[in-house]
């Protein structure tokens, strides 16, 4: 696989894992005391999911970064995932990780 796709590959992963997450989330709030300890046990798994799914997209990202490096040689702009919704900050604002 090549290094664009195993990147794309990285994100598709932080997205499925944080929608997972955001559905476990809403349903814990919506049920509260009343929400099953089996479920409580998956939301923390999918947290955890989460979190190595966040360092993986931080690999991805420097990658990026250092194909940006390279290629900047070429007239070409740096690719970086800091101002998308996907960078470290905005993931930490939406999980509070």
Request: hydrophobic residues 35%.
């Amino acid at each position: 696989m090549g290094l664009l796709e195993q990147i794309s590959s990285d994100v598709g992963h932080v997205n499925h894992s944080f929608a997972k997450y955001s559905s476990l989330v809403i349903e814990s709030t919506k049920f509260g005391k009343r929400w099953p300890p089996a479920r409580k046990q998956e939301l923390e798994r999918v947290n955890s999911e989460l979190v190595a799914e966040f360092e993986r997209l931080s690999a991805a990202e420097a990658r990026l970064l250092m194909l940006g490096e390279k290629n900047h040689g070429k007239n070409s702009a740096p690719l970086c995932l800091a101002n998308s919704p996907f960078s470290q900050a905005s993931l930490r604002r939406k999980t509070g990780y």
